[in-house]
């Protein structure tokens, strides 16, 4: 027999409790609900990560509202990252702010380099397309007579 509604949660609680755990380490709201991956769950968590970006000078002049959050997020993200990080190495000491910053901006690196190279396949694969067409057009061009 099945157990309770009471204990089923209980038991799922339980399981993603170290989950929990870690998100709330990392500064992090516990859990994502469905928000977009740019928000934050917690306004307090992200006014917090907010003003470290701001103070990092990683939000540029003239960003908007949800280009800083989104900033704010990635270094969030960057930091939970590095915690980790340390944490599976056994550092003791603990992260400071520029282990913080050089993960985000290895991320940002590693973000930037992936999205150059699928503009550049979406490129490639848009010439292709176009050298097609152009193919096609010529023939129909020469089948009806238009171009000799």
């Known amino acids: 027999m099945a157990g309770t509604p ?4 209980r038991d799922a609680e339980k399981r993603w409790a170290p989950y929990r755990a870690a ?3 990392a500064g992090l709201p516990p859990t994502k609900s469905n928000r977009k991956p740019d928000m934050f769950d917690d306004p307090e968590v992200e ?3 907010l003003q470290r970006a701001e103070d990092a000078g990683l939000v540029p002049e003239g960003a908007t509202r949800r280009q800083h ?5 990635r270094l969030a ?5 590095e ?3 340390a944490g599976r190495e056994g550092a003791t000491a603990g992260v400071s702010d520029v282990d ?3 993960a985000h901006h290895s991320a940002e690196v590693t973000r930037w380099r992936a999205a150059a190279e699928q503009d550049r396949a979406r490129a490639e694969e848009h010439d292709r397309l176009a050298e ?3 193919g096609l057009l010529t023939d129909l061009l020469f089948r009806e007579g238009r171009l000799s």
């Open 6 to 9: 009471e204990q089923g949660r």
């Open 23 to 25: 998100r709330l380490a």
């Open 47 to 49: 006014s917090h990560w």
């Open 69 to 73: 959050r989104r900033i704010a997020r």
């Open 77 to 81: 993200e960057a930091s939970a990252a």
């Open 83 to 85: 915690i980790a990080r």
């Open 100 to 102: 913080v910053l050089i």
């Open 132 to 134: 097609l067409a152009e």
